[in-house]
C-alpha cells in the first residue's frame, strides 16, 4: 500500500470515530448532533470505501482513469461552479430583498449537496457525450 493510501485510511478511521464520538456521547458545544454525526460518519465511510475500492482495483490490474477522465472532469467542474454560482447569487439577492434570516447550516447543507449531485450528473453526462 501507498503512504497516500495508509495516511487516508487513517484519516477516514479517525473521521468516522469523531462522528461515533459525537452520536454517542453528545457533547454540549455541537450544536447539531446528529448533522454532525451524520456528516463525519459518512465522511469517513467515503473515504474508507473510496481508498480501498482504488487499491483494489490498482492491485487486480484494472485502469480506471484515462486523459479523457481529467477532461470530463474539467468540464463537469465548471458546469458545477457555474450553477451553484448562480444559485448562490439568486439566493443571496432573494434572501436580501425579502429580509429572511435563515441558520446556515441547512443553506450550507443543501448547497452542499447540490454541488455534489451535480457534479456528479455533468460527469456522467459528459462521460456519455465523449
Request: overall charge positive; glycine content about 8%; proline content about 2%.
Amino acid at each position: 500500500m501507498k503512504a497516500q493510501e495508509i495516511i487516508s485510511l487513517i484519516f477516514g478511521t479517525v473521521l468516522f470515530t469523531m462522528g461515533t464520538y459525537v452520536m454517542v456521547y453528545e457533547p454540549a458545544w455541537v450544536s447539531s448532533i446528529y448533522g454532525a454525526a451524520a456528516g463525519l460518519i459518512g465522511a469517513g465511510i467515503a473515504l474508507v470505501a473510496i481508498t480501498l475500492w482504488n487499491y483494489m482495483n490498482r492491485k487486480s490490474g484494472i485502469i480506471k482513469e484515462d486523459e479523457r477522465d481529467y477532461r470530463i472532469a474539467e468540464k463537469a467542474s465548471f458546469r458545477t461552479f457555474q450553477i451553484i454560482f448562480i444559485i448562490q447569487g439568486f439566493l443571496l439577492a432573494v434572501l436580501g430583498i425579502i429580509n429572511i434570516q435563515l441558520p446556515a447550516q441547512p443553506v450550507v447543507a443543501t448547497l452542499f449537496a447540490i454541488t455534489g449531485i451535480s457534479y456528479m450528473g455533468f460527469f456522467q453526462w459528459y462521460r456519455k457525450q465523449m
